[in-house]
Each structure stands twice: as C-alpha cells, then as structure tokens.
C-alpha cells in the first residue's frame, strides 16, 4: 500500500507563491493517478489538479493559470506549484493516490486503491 507525506504548506502573502510536495512509499508510485485536494474550514473537500500515470494534467476552474501540478516518478514525488495565491486558495491540501484498475507492474498485480496523505495547511492572508 503506497503511503503519502505532504510537505511545503505555509503562510504566505497575497500574490505570493508556494510548492507543495507529496512523498510517496512504497512501490510502483508510476501506475498512481495522482491529485491534488483541498479543503477549507466548513467546506467540502475539493479537487484541485491531477496528473495520471501517462502525466496528463487537469485543473479545477479557479486554479487554471495559477497552479502547476508535476511528478517526478525516479523520486517518487507529486509536485503542486502555487503562484498568484489569493485567500480564497486557503485550506489544508491533501495528496490522492488513485488506481482505477488491476494493474500489473514489477512482477505482481495491484487493485485498485485511494490512498490519502496527513495534510498540509497554506494560509493566504497579509
């Protein structure tokens, strides 16, 4: 089961910019679609970005322009750059790892799975 970290939250100004960095453990980090969430006090959690096995890239409305979501699969990483951050991007941001269907990879099949990183805070305020 691969297991998540984020890191990279933080406070930071309005405008201002900030990178996310979700970590991953365990095995076959390639096969994963991987996205990006976040959630604001009161609210329901969101998707943000994501990025697939094959690294095609998709954006929430709100982000397009603004957010950049990577991998770097050697590294078994998942990157969210944020720049022209606003308040209203605010929230903790969760790392997805999501496999649609049994997938064979490294000698050994894997069922489809979500597994969720721990969180980590951006707060967008002067």
């Known amino acids: 089961q691969v297991q998540l970290v984020e890191s990279g939250g933080g406070l930071v100004q309005p405008g201002g910019s900030l990178s996310l960095s979700c970590a991953a453990s365990g095995r076959a980090f390639s096969i994963y679609d991987i996205g990006w969430y976040r959630q604001a006090p009161g609210e329901q959690r969101e998707l943000v970005a994501t990025i697939t096995s094959d690294t095609s890239t998709n954006y929430a409305d709100s982000v397009k322009g603004r957010f950049t979501i990577s991998r770097d699969n050697a590294k078994n990483t998942a990157y969210l750059r944020m720049n022209s951050l606003k308040p209203e ?38």
Request: aromatic share 18%; net charge neutral.
């Open 89 to 126: 991007d605010t929230a903790v941001y969760y790392c997805n790892a999501h496999l649609e269907k049994l997938t064979y990879y490294g000698g050994r099949y894997y069922s489809p799975r979500d597994a969720w990183g721990q969180g980590t805070q951006v707060t967008v305020s002067s």
